[in-house]
Every structure is written in structure tokens, then in C-alpha cells.
């Protein structure tokens, strides 16, 4: 009776994480992923105010002009005299406004000609994750082999199987739940996923090793009652 419960709830389980990641799969197809204004279209002002300034005034001066929240601000030069201001879009009219706002905050006579925008285009998925691919796929070759041999008595195949089955699952769950809440793509979800990999790895690596364990204490006992 227990044993059918567990089926019952692995099977609730599977079904709901199969419904999320074709879910995901519908939502990344059709309406893409969002990513971080560091990762996305954006335009880099770049503002020589010659004198110092501080990043938190520069940054209320660009959330008031471009009226958002999503606003990048860093230095250009080791003299803190020139800023960099990243935004997902502008105009004229509001490359004039910062203009003025700069000139009021600085005493400054800056005009929109003094002002250098770049236009930066966003990077593509497969960019982002280039410089993950090999280690990890060395590090999971690695983590296979040894784990094949550790738990051969289980069965290779299965023991296999699960490695490479479960955390393709896992990541594609996570990236399933990105693209449907709408979480921008940024420096910390890329590592997200990776430790959510090896926490997969470990949580099966944790199992095979009980189930070792209790493997070889039924063999050691049918190997008593034989004896006996």
C-alpha cells in the first residue's frame, strides 16, 4: 500500500515537472528568454563630466531621465571623471535632459554633442554558456566513469542512465521556470544552474551509496543463510 503512495506521488511528480518544461519550451520559443540589461540591447552613454562625481547621483540622475530602474552605471577612467551610463534605450530628447540634469548637479557645461552612445547588441544564449560546456562536459565524463565502477553492482546501464537523464531534467526544469516567470538571464543564474547540476549529481550519488550499502548486507546475509 505504501509502495503504490509513492508511486502515486513520483507520478504526480514526473507529470507536473513534464507540464513545466513544455510550458517553458512554448514560452522560450515564442516569447524568448528576458536577459539583464548587462546581457540585452542596451545603449553605453559615455559623459566626460571632468570633475568627480559620485555613482549613486549619477544613477538617480539616469532612473529620473529614462525613468526606470534598469540603469548601469560605471566608471570609464582611474581620475572618476568620466561615467558610463547603460540603458536599454534612449533618445534625443532624453540625451538632452541628462545633459541638463549633469550640467545642474556639476556646474557643468555639457552639450548632447559631448555625449558618446554606443549602441550594444545582446548576447546569444549559446555565447553565454561557451565557456561552461567543455569542464562541465569533462567533469561529467569524469563523475560517470567513476560512478559506473563505484555502483557497477547496481547496474551499469541504470546507474548511467540516471547521471545523464536526471540532471538534463533538472536544468531544463530550471530554465523551463525562468521563461515562464520572466527572471532575466544574468551573472547569477548561470551559476545557478550549474550548482543545481552538481547538487542533482550528489543527491544521486547519495542514493546509489545507500542502496550499495544495503545491497551488500542482503548479500552478506543470503551468503549466511547458505551457509547455515
Given amino acids: 500500500m505504501e509502495r503504490k503512495k509513492t508511486n502515486m506521488k513520483n507520478k504526480i511528480l514526473y507529470l507536473l515537472i513534464a507540464i513545466i518544461i513544455i510550458a517553458g519550451i512554448v514560452v522560450g520559443c515564442t516569447a524568448k528568454f528576458k536577459f539583464s540589461l548587462a546581457y540585452d540591447d542596451s545603449n553605453r552613454i559615455e559623459v566626460y563630466i571632468g570633475k568627480d562625481y559620485t555613482k549613486s547621483d549619477v544613477e538617480s540622475i539616469a532612473k529620473e531621465v529614462f525613468g526606470t530602474n534598469d540603469v548601469l552605471i560605471q566608471k570609464i577612467e582611474f581620475l572618476n571623471d568620466s561615467v558610463a551610463i547603460t540603458v536599454r534605450e534612449s533618445n ?15 556646474e557643468t557645461s555639457l552639450t548632447k554633442d559631448d555625449l558618446t552612445v554606443v549602441e550594444i547588441p545582446h548576447y546569444r544564449g549559446r555565447d553565454l554558456i561557451a565557456n561552461y560546456v567543455w569542464p ?16 557497477r553492482k547496481l547496474g551499469v546501464v ?10 538534463i531534467v533538472i536544468e531544463a526544469l530550471y530554465l523551463s521556470v525562468l521563461a515562464i516567470t520572466r527572471i532575466p538571464i544574468s551573472y547569477y543564474t ?11 549529481l550528489t543527491i544521486i550519488t547519495y542514493k546509489n551509496e545507500k542502496k550499495l550499502v544495503e545491497y551488500n548486507r542482503k548479500k552478506n546475509k543470503n551468503s549466511e543463510d547458505d551457509n547455515d
Fill in 158 to 167: 541504470k546507474v548511467v542512465a540516471k547521471l545523464i537523464i536526471w540532471p
Fill in 190 to 200: 548561470l551559476p545557478l544552474g550549474i550548482i543545481l547540476a552538481v547538487l542533482t
Fill in 136 to 151: 562541465i562536459a569533462i567533469s561529467a565524463a569524469l563523475i560517470i566513469v567513476y560512478e559506473a565502477i563505484r555502483f
Fill in 92 to 106: 534625443d530628447e532624453q540625451l538632452n535632459n541628462l545633459v541638463t540634469k549633469i550640467n545642474e548637479k556639476y
